[in-house]
Structure formats: structure tokens, C-alpha cells
């Protein structure tokens, strides 16, 4: 059965760094791209960067220059390390993954089919 939990979420304070995991299980990130979103309270949901099941990576506007996201095929895991964090990156993060072909540069913008549940990322002094 194939499931992404989200971790690391939490309250940072502005200018701080947080390190969200997406644990996914019963697929190979060979054949999967990752997604990146996040919503906040009476906004649209935000793609925030993608890792490819070739490990290509991209990122929004928003975050260039201060996340990084990166896998470990072996253990399955994707993380998003968020430094210079702002108010503004306030939301809840979710993993989503999609099926693409083996090891392609592919980081569909929409229908992902499998998603978690979220961590909540809080940034405030």
C-alpha cells in the first residue's frame, strides 16, 4: 500500500531553519516524482518544488536560494531543508508523489494522486 508521512514541521522563528521529511512507502522513487505544497488558512494550495524521479529539482519563485530539496532512493525519503524561513512561509507541507517514467526528468505541476497528510510549519518571533 503506497503512503507518504510527512515530519519536522514545527514553530521557528523568523530567519530560522526547519528539515521536513516525506517517508514514502510501497513505491520506488525510481518511477515517482515528489512534490512540495503548501497551503495556509483562505489561500490557494502552492506548489513549493519537486524532485524528479531522475533527481532533477525544481523550486518556486518564493523559495529559490532557500530550500533544497533532495531523496535518498534507499531509504525512500525526501527531504526539504527550508532555511532563511519568513512569516509568510507559514503553512502546512505536504508530500504528494505521481507515477512518471523510470528515472525521467518529469515534475508534473498537477495531478498527483497520492498525497500525506501534512506537517505544519510555523514561522514567528
Known amino acids: 500500500q503506497l503512503q507518504l508521512v510527512e515530519s519536522g514541521g514545527g514553530l521557528v522563528q523568523p530567519g530560522g531553519s526547519l528539515r521536513l521529511s516525506c517517508a514514502a512507502s510501497g513505491l520506488s522513487l525510481d518511477y515517482y516524482a515528489i512534490y512540495w505544497f503548501r497551503q495556509s488558512p483562505g489561500k490557494e494550495r502552492e506548489g513549493v518544488s519537486c524532485?524528479?524521479?531522475?533527481?532533477?529539482?525544481n523550486y518556486a519563485d518564493s523559495v529559490k536560494g532557500r530550500f533544497t530539496i533532495t531523496k535518498d532512493n534507499a531509504k525512500r525519503t525526501v527531504h526539504l531543508q527550508m532555511n532563511s524561513l519568513k512569516p509568510e512561509d507559514t503553512a502546512t507541507y505536504y508530500c504528494a508523489a505521481e507515477r512518471v517514467p523510470y528515472r525521467s526528468n518529469t515534475c508534473p505541476r498537477a495531478g498527483y494522486e497520492y498525497w500525506g497528510r501534512g506537517t505544519q510549519v510555523t514561522v514567528s518571533s
Open positions: 524532485i524528479s524521479s531522475s533527481g532533477s529539482t
